[in-house]
């Protein structure tokens, strides 16, 4: 059974930087193309990053290129969303998804406030 966890969320200044995981299990990690979704409340979840299998193949929403790098460690089953230069735009729900399938974490909690 698929299970996704996030973690790492939590309260930075505008500017500063975080780093969330994503502990994966229940499959073949390495097999699958990986991606974070966020939301805001009261909005539909969309596409921040996405990382194909092999980990060298990524693509970005445009609010968030050049700031965020998406990352894996198919060794770990772990997937990674390092974001700098935060903004209180980026303030969502974040949430790491398998790459075309319907399968979600719980999602963990960004706040960029001063």
């Known amino acids: 059974q698929v299970q996704l966890v996030e973690s790492g969320g939590g309260l930075v200044q505008p500017g500063g930087s975080l780093t969330l995981s994503c502990a994966a299990s229940?499959?073949?990690?390495?097999?699958?193309?990986m991606s974070w979704f966020r939301r805001r409340p009261g909005e539909e979840r969309l596409l921040v990053a996405l990382?194909?299998?092999?980990?060298?193949?990524?693509r970005y929403a445009d609010a968030v290129k050049g700031r965020f790098t998406i990352s894996r460690d198919n060794a770990k089953d772990t997937l990674y969303l390092q974001m700098n230069a935060l903004k209180p735009d980026d303030t969502a729900m974040y949430y790491c998804n398998q790459l075309g399938s319907g399968y979600w974490g719980q999602g963990t909690q960004v706040t960029v406030s001063s």
């Open positions: 229940g499959f073949t990690f390495s097999d699958y193309g």
């Open positions: 990382i194909h299998r092999d980990g060298t193949t990524t």
